[in-house]
Nanobody, 119 residues
Framework: QVRLVESGGGLVQAGGSLRLSCAASGMIFSINAMGWYRQAPGKQRESVATINSGGRIHYADSVKDRFTISRDSAKNTVYLQMNSLKPEDTAVYYC?????????????WGQGTQVTVSS
């Protein structure tokens, strides 16, 4: 069993910053891709940023130059530094890990953390 625990969401004014963290625990042999996704009310969940075990990073166009994803593989933790936040960044943010556990790969999701940006 693998568990992802997110933290760092909250309410911030436009132009402000937040840092999200997602720590994985449990029967983990290895983690490949780690990422952040978000879902705004009435919209589909979308990818925000991903980073694989080799350090390759991908950002959604809407967050490039504002958000930074990083990972600490020793701690099985992924971070998302969000700067210059905009009201349109308001959403529930979810972390996702591709985990090798018990000889198979699984996708795990965190419970979500609310980010609200006021104008």
């Amino acid at each position: 069993q693998v568990r992802l625990v997110e933290s760092g969401g909250g309410l911030v004014q436009a132009g402000g910053s937040l840092r999200l963290s997602c720590a994985a625990s449990g029967m983990i042999f290895s983690i490949n891709a780690m990422g952040w996704y978000r879902q705004a009310p009435g919209k589909q969940r979308e990818s925000v940023a991903t980073i694989n075990s080799g350090g390759r990073i991908h950002y959604a166009d809407s967050v490039k130059d504002r958000f930074t994803i990083s990972r600490d593989s020793a701690k099985n933790t992924v971070y998302l530094q969000m700067n210059s936040l905009k009201p349109e960044d308001t959403a529930v943010y979810y972390c996702n890990n591709q985990v090798l556990s018990g000889g198979s790969w699984y996708d795990y999701w965190g419970q979500g953390t609310q980010v609200t940006v006021s104008s």
